[in-house]
């Protein structure tokens, strides 16, 4: 019998990339916009896996079964405490919240103001909340360099909704933005082992945190 599973987030990206991850289980996924859930979090954590926790507490209140993920952007070329470092806050800088194109006008001339290409990464955090019970991963460092990438001035005219910043961002290897990346335009083979066991990784805990079976 499917596990009915929350995907606490209004984001069509990481629903889709939840759903990907868990193919092979059988779960059946529910949005927010399904239970009609409005409310949200407040999240005052310091780091995306804080941020993930607080907001899996939080759905948990609605559903059994949660899933919810937190991201930061960092900019190598700024020092952690700058207060341009986008970190948890990417969607909201200055703290004004940003639509998909605004996201994208304002990292563009972020980016612009620093060379017109800077260094990038994100920190990846995720919670699940099942039965009362809140467990939590965040990325290693390993990971996290094998997926840095470039982040340009220069917009690609695609878009991925709910991941504006694919259209600004670049594989540093091949050059390609991620908007118009094709699957074999990835990766080293080192990095591609990396992310592939980081991937592993990370589907073996939702599966027993959320106490799936295939």
């Known amino acids: 019998m499917a596990k009915k599973v929350l995907i606490g987030t209004t984001n069509p ?74 970190g948890l806050h990417v969607r909201t800088p200055q703290g004004t919240r940003l639509d998909d194109e605004q996201m994208i006008s304002y990292y563009a001339s972020l980016v612009h103001e620093l060379g017109g290409r800077v260094l990038a990464y994100y920190l990846d955090g995720i919670a699940v909340y099942c039965g009362g019970k809140i467990t939590s991963m965040m990325e290693n460092s390993d990971a996290t360099r094998a997926s840095a990438f470039y982040m340009v001035d220069s917009p690609s005219p695609n878009r991925h909704p709910g991941w504006p910043l694919d259209s600004i961002s670049l594989n540093r290897r091949t050059m390609t933005y991620f908007v118009e990346q094709k699957e074999n335009e990835t990766n080293t083979t080192q990095e591609q082992i990396i992310l592939g066991e980081y991937r592993k990784r990370l589907i073996a805990f939702l599966a027993k945190a959320l106490d799936l079976e295939k």
């Open 13 to 86: 990206s990481k629903m889709r990339r939840f759903r990907d991850l868990l193919k092979e289980y059988s779960v059946e996924f529910y949005t927010l916009q399904d239970l009609g859930i409005i409310d949200e979090p407040e999240e005052t954590g310091t780091t995306p896996e804080e941020n993930a926790i607080l907001k899996a507490k939080f759905y948990g209140k609605y559903f059994d079964r949660v899933i919810c993920n937190d991201s930061g952007l960092y900019f190598d070329e700024l020092p952690l405490n700058d207060p341009r470092q986008p």
